[in-house]
């Protein structure tokens, strides 16, 4: 972190400042554990735990400065404020202000961890690269990242969730992005957004702010983000499988070695001659995959990256998480992608996994957050599964019944997870490839562990 005065911090918040107001921070931290010399700790109210019960400690470690809602009855310099988590978005809001490097904010429902690291494994290879790490991507987690930036990083890209109107408001205040990504509209958070429509108006508050001079990259495969025609006059960039500005040909699969095709940049003089083409083996394994590579070969192109380094930036490309992680054991190929699901990303899931090879089995969990139509929208992926001829579906979770009931004669329905655990072993035979995916909450790492 760029080091920074209390008087700074104390103006962007509008927060009382208890203490020298020369005094400088070099790092923000939520977390006590990670407070020490030159540190600003923000103590936050969470549901079961209080942050200002670490003042103390914090204060002994060396910090320099809390921000917090009550006095401390410690001696140690303070920012007294309203709401810290407020202020923490003014601050990262004032922070983001002191860099002029551009700034990427990627949002969607489905594929925003893997579209930030096609992207930042593309500009990598010019650039250095700050990004967001973990799930660090909604109103706490996006100024978590802000306050990560370094003098030397020369451009950001920031995953951008949310759950709800105005979310994207407040976190495109603080990212002020230069170009704006949206990977696609789902059926995610409809409990409060309630429809796609829902979704894509809560997803396009994004463009309130960003630049002037900016740029907007959606993917036309989308039939709600090929209705945006243009956002106070900037036109968007679309990027598909169509007749798109980026747009790939000779997709061929290669199973558990990725995917291979063409990626051509159609350029908006219409001269054939000025096209770019990129041909490239993806490292991870679904045609969605190749969507993120477009979109990444769309922002690295706007960012001045030749073909070559956009060539080398995808086949660098690597899985974080439980996002298509390969493992394999003695007798299974497991496909671990259970960090989160969706009805779109769970037919992504079961259209990759019908592709490879042995008996396909997929253990599908509860999505949550579906709204009205939970219920039937597990019954469609259950029947979805059948249509691409998935061998057999364990289905887990009280809303994944209907998962069950879809796919009909050959799955298997339980409860728990653990009941899962218990009677799953007894169906798997050698040779089986095996897709786990559910919503987070489900922990279907435990599934995960068992079998490997």
Do not use: W
């Not at 942050?51 to 921000?67: D, M, N, S, T």
């Not at 230069?178 to 463009?207: Q, S």
């Not at 599908?364 to 597990?378: N, R, S």
Request: aromatic content about 6%; hydrophobic content about 35%.
């Amino acid at each position: 972190m760029k080091p920074i005065t209390l008087q700074e911090v104390a103006m962007a918040c509008c927060g009382t400042l208890h203490g020298n107001p020369d005094a400088v921070i070099t790092s923000i931290v939520t977390d006590s554990r990670k407070a020490g010399k030159g540190s600003l700790f923000a103590a936050i109210k969470g549901a079961r735990v209080d942050g200002h019960r670490f003042i103390p400690a914090v204060a002994e470690q060396g910090a320099v400065c809390v921000l917090c809602e009550e006095k401390p009855d410690t001696d140690i310099a303070y920012i007294k404020v309203e709401s810290t988590l407020v202020a923490l978005k003014g601050i990262a809001e004032y922070y983001r202000s002191l860099f002029t490097i551009p700034f990427i904010g990627i949002t969607g429902s489905v594929g925003k961890t893997s579209t930030k690291e096609f992207i930042s494994a593309v500009l990598a290879q010019k650039y250095n690269v700050h990004k967001t790490g973990g799930n660090f991507n909604n109103e706490l987690g996006v100024p978590i990242t802000l306050f990560g930036l370094e003098e030397e990083h020369e451009v950001a890209v920031i995953e951008m969730g949310i759950s709800g109107f105005g979310e994207m408001t407040r976190l495109s205040k603080m990212v002020r992005p230069d170009i704006c990504v949206i990977t696609n509209i789902g059926y995610c958070h409809l409990e409060n957004l309630g429809d796609r429509d829902g979704v894509l108006r809560a997803k396009t508050e994004m463009f309130q702010y960003l630049s002037a001079d900016g740029t907007i990259i959606l993917c036309h495969d989308d039939d709600k983000l090929r209705t945006v025609t243009d956002y106070h006059g900037i036109r968007p960039t679309f990027y598909g499988t169509g007749n798109d500005e980026y747009r790939a040909e000779n997709i061929t699969e290669k199973g558990l070695d990725g995917i291979g095709c063409t990626l051509i940049h159609r350029s908006r003089t219409d001269d054939p001659d000025d096209n770019a083409r990129i041909d490239v083996t993806i490292p991870t394994m679904g045609r969605h995959n190749v969507l993120n590579a477009l979109c990444a070969m769309a922002v690295g192109t706007q960012l001045g990256l030749t073909p070559e380094e956009i060539k080398r930036g995808l086949e660098s490309f690597e899985n974080v998480g439980s996002r298509n992680h390969i493992i394999k054991t003695d007798t299974l190929t497991i496909i671990d992608d259970c960090y989160n699901a969706n009805p779109t990303s769970t037919k992504a899931g079961l259209d990759t996994l019908s592709k490879l090879g042995g008996r396909r089995v997929a253990i599908l969990g509860d999505m949550k957050e579906l709204g009205a139509d939970e219920i039937a929208l597990h019954r469609e992926v259950g029947a979805y599964a059948k249509e691409v001829g998935i061998d057999m579906l364990v289905a887990v979770g009280p809303l994944s019944e209907a998962t069950a009931e879809g796919y009909g004669k050959g799955a298997y329905y339980y409860a728990t997870v653990e009941r899962c655990i218990d009677r799953l072993k007894r169906y798997l035979r050698p040779g089986d490839t095996i897709l786990v995916k559910a919503s987070h909450s489900m922990r279907f790492e435990r599934i995960v562990e068992a079998l490997s």
